[in-house]
């Protein structure tokens, strides 16, 4: 009976791939008990960066392809992570969920990336607005994707927070460089492995594991992120992050839940905030 | 400076009587107080500024200095205001509001003189554009007071509280209302604060709200300049600011109001791409370009000011150009002849002067058309910079001036690429006759107002507000209202 378990290496997703740190630096999660669970990546600015890159080749593609397309793609992943549902509960009870608890959450998280899938070909028409000028044009609003956004995951429900603040803002066009759970990182990047088997193309969803204190300054402050989403509480994080997001004028989208199982936790409105309008006229007299 | 006269020709055809709009009818005091908590009052440290005419230099009016101090008044009353206005039925603002439009209609000539007066902007833009604007932003968000449930499905708007505004001087009377309609309509109260160098027909609006019966403090007005406007964004009991103007002032605003739960709204700066494609009706892109620059004497954050025009049509394009602003009639503000009025103030002159020295000495080539100026006052001939590139200081940064750069391109992809390499992204221009060729560039175009074969338009049901680094916020249309409500 004495089979030794093969352990995973936990390793970054940017571009599609997995790559190692590239500074080689790690920390541990542990068990209560101390013992070993997994050493993750430590990401470095550096890998931030790399991800940012990644993400802007990959915006402009992303953001063409067709809303049945984006909309098929995010039906997909709920897909696959139902084929993986019992690799994601173990993983959730092994960071310390309960059994029944951890079921919920993997439920929660496939259900809402369904509704946001059912979401891509609708929200469009939801926000946009063909408006009644005085003048003879033609004039219309429509939303655009902000861009690349930096997004600091909810500290809990690792999986649920993830996927809650990942699937609105892919849904509408934009890249993402994600932060995961910091004291529970395991499912963000076995989500990862479900992104890559997905059709999500390379470089739409990248995520990272590391240490928010250092990593927030650098997503918070570089210029060619158009906006940063930051779950959490912490004052001085939130104060951080709006300073260094005046350099480029980025958008700054905080959410201080704590439960995001609730059902006030998924609408177009989530979508509607990674978004800009834009507005065109067109002379209609000949 | 170098000058180009092969085209005198078209300036020497005709000439005009001058035709000056009277300013017998209007009122205008010789001092002007705070309007805070229902009443005009004198500022508590006393001091007073002058504004000027920017077309004579001569003194108009005193105006107040509102000092932290009034700043805190104007806000306590904002505050005290807050509950009985945010509690009033949205019929009863609604109404309010409609008599606001429509007071502002009875006196559309006053105020167009005035803001003529007092901003420089030419009498044909104030008359047509600036003063019926501020009124049908009134007219169209007072209908919005009593359906905002419509406006955000399975929401409920609930206002924010105390809204501090501070507007620019380029469209004095239209941008207090582009702040102040949206932000009554959805049951806020206000402190507003003009810019120091065009205060006068916010004041006069002051008087129109008082005269409306809108309840005291829910409309408060304080004037002044830079440390007014800090004293409005560091004040603790504010729920919101709301800034338009530049992008450097609306990033001290963002850090400014860091950790602390004041909502934001930006208008900021622009460097607006203006697309001339060779299969565009040439005659009318010539003036769509003189529009999307020269318009307001090119005081507009969403001007064109970069034009990019295709390489085949280039030497077309600039010939007729260059006739056209031969002209260009600039001078009195007054005078309904005038199509490019005094610039607002001499501090700008000065940085038009400068970006125009910064121009020559990069290598651009300079062509202004000649013009007779006044003697007195603030001018500055409209002007082309021929053979710049993206690395210009004159390409890369707002001048806020009657100054246009021009460059050349052959391809599709290339002009997208360069209009879209700027950290500005409020506004674009593209004219061509092929529908396609249309959306394909507005749809690619980073910019939040797009005209295709027209420019410069503006309606209140239209949201206006930029990308990236021209600020975030819509204001106008059914958009402009959410940057004023909260959902619980």
Not at chain 1, 48 to 72: E, H, M, Y
Not at chain 2, 405 to 424: G, L, S
Not at chain 2, 436 to 462: E, M, R
């Amino acid at each position: 009976m004495s089979r030794l378990d093969i352990n995973k290496t936990y390793k970054l997703y940017i571009g599609g791939k997995f790559p190692r740190t590239e500074s080689g630096r790690y920390y541990t999660i542990n068990n209560s008990d101390g013992s070993l669970i997994a050493n993750m990546c430590l990401a470095s600015r550096k890998d931030f960066r790399n991800a940012v890159v990644v993400a802007r080749k990959a915006q402009n593609a992303w953001a063409n392809a067709s809303a049945l397309n984006k909309g098929q793609i995010l039906y997909r992943i709920a897909e696959i992570l139902e084929g993986r549902k019992e690799q994601f509960i173990t993983e959730l009870i092994v960071q310390g969920e309960t059994k029944k608890a951890a079921q919920k959450e993997v439920e929660a998280a496939i259900d809402r990336l369904v509704y946001y899938a059912g979401w891509s070909d609708k929200y469009p028409q939801f926000f946009s607005a063909v408006n009644p000028v005085s003048s003879s044009h033609f004039n219309f609003s429509t939303l655009e994707p902000v861009g690349v956004v930096s997004i600091i995951t909810p500290e809990e429900q690792s999986l649920l927070g993830l996927v809650s603040v990942i699937a609105p803002a892919i849904v509408g066009g934009n890249t993402v460089v994600v932060l995961a759970s910091e004291s529970k990182p395991l499912t963000a990047i076995s989500f990862a492995e479900v992104l890559n088997s997905s059709d999500v193309p390379g470089g739409v969803v990248n995520i990272l594991t590391g240490n928010k204190t250092e990593l927030i300054s650098h997503m918070a402050s570089h210029m060619d992120v158009n906006a940063i989403v930051y779950c959490g509480k912490d004052e001085n994080a939130l104060k951080e992050i709006s300073e260094l997001a005046s350099n480029n004028v980025k958008r700054t989208i905080f959410y201080k839940k704590s439960d995001w199982e609730n059902n006030l936790c998924e609408s177009p409105y989530f979508i509607e905030k990674t978004q800009e309008v834009k507005t065109t006229w067109h002379p209609t007299e000949i | 400076m170098a000058k180009n006269n092969n085209n005198n020709i078209f300036k020497a055809s005709w000439t005009y009587d001058e035709a000056p709009e009277s300013i017998d009818h209007i009122q205008i005091k010789e001092q002007y107080d705070l309007y805070i908590d229902g009443k005009f009052t004198k500022p508590i440290k006393g001091k007073y500024f002058d504004t000027i005419n920017p077309s004579n230099g001569e003194k108009i009016a005193n105006i107040a200095e509102a000092s932290s101090e009034d700043v805190d008044k104007a806000v306590k009353a904002a505050r005290k205001a807050f509950k009985g206005w945010a509690a009033l039925s949205g019929k009863e603002r609604g109404k309010y509001i409609f008599r606001i439009a429509r007071l502002i209609q009875e006196r559309a000539r006053e105020f167009a003189v005035i803001e003529s007066l007092d901003g420089g902007k030419p009498i044909r833009e104030s008359r047509d554009i600036d003063i019926p604007l501020a009124a049908n932003h009134f007219f169209y968000y007072a209908g919005w007071a009593d359906k905002l449930e419509y406006a955000f499905p399975n929401r409920d708007p609930k206002p924010l509280g105390v809204v501090g505004q501070i507007i620019p001087w380029n469209f004095p009377l239209l941008m207090a209302a582009w702040k102040l309609a949206p932000a009554l309509a959805t049951g806020n109260t206000v402190v507003l604060k003009p810019a120091e160098t065009t205060s006068l027909t916010a004041l006069k609006l002051a008087e129109i709200i008082h005269e409306s019966g809108i309840p005291k403090g829910v409309v408060n007005i304080v004037t002044g300049a830079g440390e007014t406007g800090a004293s409005i964004v560091n004040h603790s009991d504010v729920n919101k600011i709301a800034f338009t103007g530049s992008t450097g002032v609306g990033k001290y605003i963002q850090k400014a109001t860091a950790g602390t739960n004041k909502k934001l709204t930006l208008e900021l700066g622009g460097k607006g791409a203006n697309i001339i494609f060779e299969d565009a009706s040439i005659d009318q892109a010539v003036e769509g370009i003189v529009n999307a620059i020269f318009f307001n004497q090119g005081h507009v954050c969403c001007a064109g000011s970069r034009l990019f025009i295709q390489e085949s049509v280039a030497d077309l394009v600039i010939e007729k150009l260059k006739r056209r602003m031969e002209t260009l009639i600039v001078g009195n503000p007054l005078d309904k002849n005038t199509d490019i009025g005094a610039i607002n103030s001499k501090k700008q002159l000065k940085t038009i002067e400068n970006y125009i020295k910064i121009g020559i000495n990069e290598g651009g080539e300079i062509y202004q058309p000649e013009c007779k100026f006044p003697t007195q006052g603030n001018w500055c001939a409209p002007t082309l910079f021929l053979n710049v590139s993206q690395s210009h200081r004159i390409v890369q940064e707002e001048i806020f001036g009657p100054v246009l750069a021009v460059q050349t391109f052959r391809t599709i992809d290339e002009v997208i690429e360069k209009a879209n390499n700027t950290p500005y992204g409020l506004s674009a221009g593209v004219w061509t006759e092929k529908g396609s060729k249309i959306f394909h560039l507005t749809q690619k175009l980073n910019a939040g107002v797009i005209w295709g074969n027209t420019f410069n338009k503006f309606d209140a049901t239209s949201p206006f507000g930029g990308y990236k680094e021209s600020g975030f916020g819509r204001e106008g249309g059914l958009h402009g209202l959410k940057p004023y409500v909260k959902f619980e």
